[in-house]
């Protein structure tokens, strides 16, 4: 593994900031690259990862309308490149806020430190932009011996993902449980397919070196995982990660996720989920065509999950014929519009509860003769919602036990949330 | 404006700033414009001069200025030396550090006996921290003079510093060793250090694990024993947040199926989950190589994947070489299972006009390929393409059109069964190029099956001259003659005037070449040229396009590396720069003048620019005249939205606090107003007990700067605190409004 060099180009592929770290590949051949992006048609033509005539690899990743570029001419391991290249983005949008061409321009120091401290030779060192801050000069240092001393303590410790002497006066966790949620159903309420990814987001504001412990309730279990006994009730993950501080041998032996935390936010596990789950929306549709002049759709919507949840911000998004125009509509809860642009109408409600019922009526005339409407007929419906309080695997947390060798108290606050993403919850109407 | 008047500035600059914090700020902009690629090359000696500085922020940039710059200056690199040493010997191990990396990495011949001393120190000194630079270093003292290092105590050393407790000098020192045996195949893979290694794994890096793992991946387990145990170890690593790390985990449990070829199926099993996950979860550009490496597994072991299809289904929003390579995926893993689900899909996508004609091309010829693998469902492929053709979409009756000889090919019996009724159908609606040619290839073949045969051909041949395809004409002349020998007494007269057609009537050269030859044959003897037009074809199996199973085995053992994404081995890609260095420097000249870097006059404008604020920075801060040179002046209507406010409130890498005092009390409206006149735009204000709080913004009409900041006011006495990205611009900024309001 090593990489030769790395460019940061502006959406035009102009080299903002390069670091050359080996000198065997020219620079020049970010031209290159930007020759290629000028060609593409469609935004996505070039592949992340390619190489040229001369055997020289380019791996790029897009951050806002910047392009990080990195060049080797070894054949090494690519997925390690863009998990590098994902996590030098991380660190300086830790460091600017925002990554994008001014906040660039503005730091040229600042990045080169990182550049000098995250990679050395093509060899990634770390990317931790914590660990990183110690090494990072850039307000003013004067040399002295009492910066020597913090240094050597920053990296003898063996957790290489926590520096010693962090202090709070307050001691918090907070954990945000988020579900997102894909799922296919057909308009009787039968599920096609679904999947669960879910996130533990943690962030952490402890003192010291604290050991954590965090406990699940029983709903879930982990497949491969000894001395699970599965019932009826549990759902089944089929795969799940740890970020590098969960210990995995404790995980192994007993199922426990034990951690010294990194100092701040990181996201501390991810799961998924593909078992079949109960929707927690259903949508009936009736759409009748009269005369081809004009169209008319009955849309309920109803949801399934407990009275004292509510969806917030649903969406739904029904597909219409390309041709209609003067719409009118009727909802008995939240406001309908046309939308042209998507070919459909849009249905938001502002909170949701559950176990309720709410329809909509909606009339478009027809602009034209066309048999194409069979053909819209086929476009599902998609819905967008978020619910606080709940996760739809049944996920909770437990506790969350805090050891701390000076004993301090700690208040954990966890969060749940789930959501769907784009068209990810989607209702197929015959 | 020319690049020697900037270099010209920029010396003055540096000789008459004494200041530190001034000097900084000089060096500071030199390298903002090397950055944006303005060849500074002359300041060499002025910036070596300037190294001597004890600011380590200067020092830094200064070194980083004398790496990019030392191969034009070698005569001038030997005053850096001195500097170079001195700080080798510095009590702050962050300088120790940084000298040796930058001295290391100037690869000049002429120090490499500097170079030598100082890194065989830097191995033993007192701090980790620059013990794994000079481990590095090693490797580029390697590039210099192999000698130096091959077979001597530096690599001696490099093998005990693998053990050393640090986590970052043990993983660089495997790095290190490794690339300088590289021509010996790398560093010798003891069960010691292989043991060693995995001890520690949880205390490595996610680099230093993938390294680590790359190593194990070659190490060959002395015992099955052994093989369990470091298949039990690492299963845990599957777990990993990291995705190189998982598919470093995999090519180890890949290449120990040699080991224990009776746990194969349950060693893919266990990796398939966690790639699974990686795809829907990680970003675009990892979701390309872990498809790939999906891809290369399934070729292998199709059933694998089988019950996932349903994961391999394109979404509208992945990129082109996302959806092709998920779309290869489904052809591998395709089975009498899930064969509908997988042809319903790509059928979806075929008519699916979000998508790019690439792209639904892409699933017709996927289809195709579907049914050359599952002969038993050939109908239903065939019924999908004729619904495609009567779409009548140009790229898809194209792309239908061919898949449709295709599978003829593939299944004649069986498949024209269905397909010869429709032809006549067909040759009604197809109108474009390559469809015609394929239907025309069809009812030469096959056309004398079904009745209306030589007629639907001679409706073609009516139109002959009016055809401006070269390649329908060629193919239609062919399948006349071939019909011409099966159907003869329908076919005579259409021959006939094909033939006179082709060659009198005609421009282009083949054509009538093609003409004449047929005409030619047939005169010579008409039953030769029945045996040689009719022959006996070989049976069609398999789709040229097919990759050899071959290479799949080969990149398998290439796995987790670029050859896997390439789809081709590392010798057919590589190719060694032996390029000199003359024509290198050529080449950048080139770059230098192509669009990919800024021009130069945008360049040197702006850094004119900015060596002026300088100036008037000092001026200022000498409290010298000239005031309204620096004087802000905002944009009259600027404005932002409250999110837009609050998310660069949170996000601005720069902060001031400023406090002033006012001549008189005001209340909060006449704040607001005075505010206002000056084109600042307050975002928000209120009070809290005798307290005004007001949150406002502007920008600058001359430098597109943009200030917010947040008033505390009580009495007379204002608390400041302003945010943005640039500290000098904050400055000026904190003084205007204070200016302004204490007026």
């Excluded at chain 2, 590039?143 to 050393?157: A, D, M, N, W, Y």
């Excluded at chain 2, 099966?486 to 083949?510: C, F, Q, Y």
Aim: aromatic residues 10%; negative net charge; proline residues 3%.
């Amino acid at each position: 593994m090593s990489l030769s060099a790395i460019l940061i180009l502006d959406f035009k592929g102009r080299t903002l900031i390069s670091r050359d770290y080996r000198e065997d590949v020219p620079l020049s051949y970010g031209s290159k690259f930007c020759k290629q992006l000028k060609e593409q048609t469609n935004e996505y033509d070039i592949k992340p990862i390619s190489h040229d005539e001369d055997g020289i690899t380019y791996i790029y990743i897009k951050h806002n309308s910047l392009y990080i570029l990195a060049l080797t001419k070894n054949d090494i391991n690519g997925a390690m490149v863009v998990e590098f290249l994902y996590g030098l983005v991380k660190v300086l949008t830790s460091y600017f806020g925002t990554l994008e061409e001014e906040s660039i321009k503005d730091n040229f120091v600042i990045i080169h430190e990182l550049f000098d401290e995250m990679m050395d030779f093509g060899v990634p060192q770390f990317t931790e932009s914590d660990l990183l801050k110690e090494y990072i000069t850039s307000d003013s240092h004067q040399l002295s011996e009492e910066v020597s001393k913090s240094i050597s303590k920053a990296v003898t410790g063996k957790v290489s993902w926590r520096r010693e002497g962090i202090f709070y006066k307050k001691n918090e966790v907070f954990l945000d449980v988020v579900e997102n949620l894909k799922m296919v159903i057909t308009a009787s309420g039968t599920v096609v397919s679904s999947e669960i990814i879910g996130n533990v987001h943690a962030n952490v504001k402890l003192s010291g070196m604290p050991k954590l412990r965090l406990g699940l309730n029983d709903k879930i279990l982990f497949k491969h995982a000894k001395g699970g006994e599965k019932n009826n009730k549990s759902v089944e993950m089929d795969d799940i990660k740890f970020h590098q501080c969960v210990k995995l041998s404790d995980f192994q032996n007993d199922q426990s996720i034990t951690f010294i935390p990194p100092d701040g936010e990181f996201e501390l596990m991810s799961y998924r989920i593909s078992k079949p789950l109960k929707p927690l929306f259903v949508v009936d549709a009736l759409i009748e065509t009269h005369a081809r002049s004009r169209v008319e759709y009955y849309v309920k919507v109803k949801s399934l999950f407990r009275t004292s949840l509510q969806a917030t911000e649903t969406e739904v998004i029904i597909p219409v014929s390309p041709n209609v125009d003067s719409p009118t509509f009727k909802t008995s809860i939240g406001k309908c519009t046309y939308q042209a642009q998507l070919d459909a109408m849009v249905w938001k409600i502002k909170t949701f509860e559950g176990r309720k019922n709410h329809v909509l009526r909606a009339h478009f005339k027809l602009s034209s003769f066309s048999d194409e409407s069979e053909l819209q007929r086929n476009k599902p419906i998609y819905l967008r919602f978020k619910i606080n309080y709940k996760t739809v695997s049944g996920l909770m947390v437990k506790y969350l036990k805090v050891h701390e060798k000076s004993g301090y108290r700690s208040l954990p606050w966890v969060r749940y949330l789930t959501e769907t993403k784009e068209n990810n919850y989607a209702i197929r109407i015959n | 404006m020319s690049s020697s008047r900037v270099i010209k500035s920029f010396r003055q600059l540096l000789n008459e700033s004494k200041e530190q914090s001034r000097r900084r700020v000089v060096i500071e902009q030199i390298i903002s414009a090397m950055s944006l690629g303005v060849n500074l090359s002359p300041l060499f000696a002025d910036m070596v001069k300037a190294a001597q500085t004890t600011d380590l922020v200067q020092k830094k940039m200064i070194y980083l200025y004398i790496c990019k710059y030392a191969e034009e200056n070698k005569e001038l690199l030997i005053l850096s030396t001195g500097t170079f040493q001195r700080d080798c010997q510095s009590q702050d191990p962050l300088v120790r550090g940084l000298s040796l990396r930058s001295m290391s990495s100037l690869m000049n011949k002429e120090l490499v006996e500097y170079m030598a001393r100082e890194i065989k120190k830097g191995l033993m000194d007192r701090s980790n921290y620059v013990r794994r630079i000079a481990v590095l270093a090693t490797v580029k003292l390697f590039r210099v003079s192999p000698e130096l290092v091959l077979g001597t105590e530096i690599e001696k050393k490099l093998y005990s510093m693998i053990a050393e407790v640090d986590p970052y000098v043990s993983i660089n020192s495997v790095v290190a060793l490794n690339e300088i045996l590289a021509s010996k195949g790398g560093i010798s893979i003891t069960q010691k250090i292989i043991i060693h290694l995995l001890k520690r794994f949880h205390e490595f890096t996610h680099w230093g694990q993938s390294i680590v793992l790359g190593l194990v991946a070659n190490y060959a387990p002395q015992s099955e024993q052994e093989c369990l145990q470091i298949l039990n170890l690492l299963d845990n690593y599957l777990k990993s947040g990291n995705t190189s790390v998982i598919l470093a985990v995999s090519k180890v449990f890949i290449n120990l199926i040699n080991d224990l070829p009776n746990l194969r199926n349950q060693i893919y099993d266990r990796i398939k989950n966690p790639l699974i996950t990686l795809v829907s979860c990680t970003g675009n550009e990892m979701a390309y190589p872990v498809l790939k490496h999906i891809y290369l597994i399934a070729t292998q072991l199709p059933n694998l994947f089988a019950s996932e299809a349903s994961r391999f289904f394109i979404k509208g929003s992945d990129p082109t070489y996302l959806q092709e390579i998920k779309i290869d995926i489904l052809c591998e893993i395709v089975n009498k299972q899930n064969f509908k689900q997988i042809i319903f899909a790509l059928a979806s996508y075929v008519i699916n006009s979000s998508l790019n004609e690439q792209i639904s091309s892409y699933c017709i010829r996927a289809i195709g390929k579907i049914a050359s693998q599952l002969s038993s469902y050939f109908d239903m492929v065939i019924d999908y393409l004729m619904e495609f053709i009567e779409l009548d979409i140009p790229h898809i009756v194209e792309a239908s059109m061919i898949i449709l000889k295709d599978v003829i090919r593939l299944f004649p019996e069986q498949s024209l069964e269905i397909v010869l009724p429709e032809l006549k159908r067909l040759s009604e609606i197809i109108h474009t190029e390559e469809a015609k040619v394929s239907l025309i290839w069809i009812l030469g073949e096959f056309g004398e099956k079904i009745d209306e045969g030589p007629y639907i051909l001679e409706k073609f041949v009516e139109t002959f001259s009016e055809e401006s395809s070269e390649k329908i004409k060629l193919e239609l002349l062919t399948s006349v003659l071939k019909m011409f020998f099966k159907r003869p007494p329908e076919s005579k007269k259409m021959l006939g005037v094909i033939l006179h057609e082709a060659t009198e009537n005609s421009n282009e050269p083949d054509v009538i070449d093609r003409g004449l030859f047929y005409y030619r044959l047939i005169s010579t003897d008409i039953n030769k040229t029945k045996s040689i037009v009719l022959y006996e074809k070989e049976k069609f199996t398999r789709f040229t396009e097919n990759d050899p199973l071959e290479l799949f085995e080969i990149l398998m053992d290439e796995f987790n590396t670029f050859s896997v994404v390439y789809k081709k081995p590392y010798d057919q890609f590589k190719r060694i720069l032996h390029k000199n260095e003359e024509e290198e420097e050529e080449e950048e000249e080139d770059s230098s003048t192509d669009s990919s870097s800024f021009s130069e006059e945008e360049l040197l404008d702006q850094i004119q620019q900015n060596v002026n604020d300088l100036d008037i920075n000092q001026q200022n801060q000498n409290q010298q005249n000239s005031q309204e040179e620096q004087e802000i002046e905002l944009v009259p209507k600027f404005n932002l939205e409250p999110s837009e406010f609050q998310n660069k409130w949170m996000n601005s890498s720069h902060n001031l606090n400023f406090d002033f005092e006012l001549d008189e009390e005001l209340d909060k409206e006449s704040f607001e107003e005075i505010l206002k006149e000056n084109n600042f735009q307050v975002m928000a204000s209120g009070l809290i007990q005798s307290t005004i709080k007001i949150f406002c913004y502007g920008k600058d009409i001359s430098s597109n700067q943009i200030g917010l900041f947040q008033l505390l006011i009580t009495g007379v006495n204002v608390k400041l605190n302003a945010k943005g990205t640039n500290p000098q611009f904050l400055k000026l900024f904190a003084e205007y409004i204070a200016t302004v309001l204490t007026e």
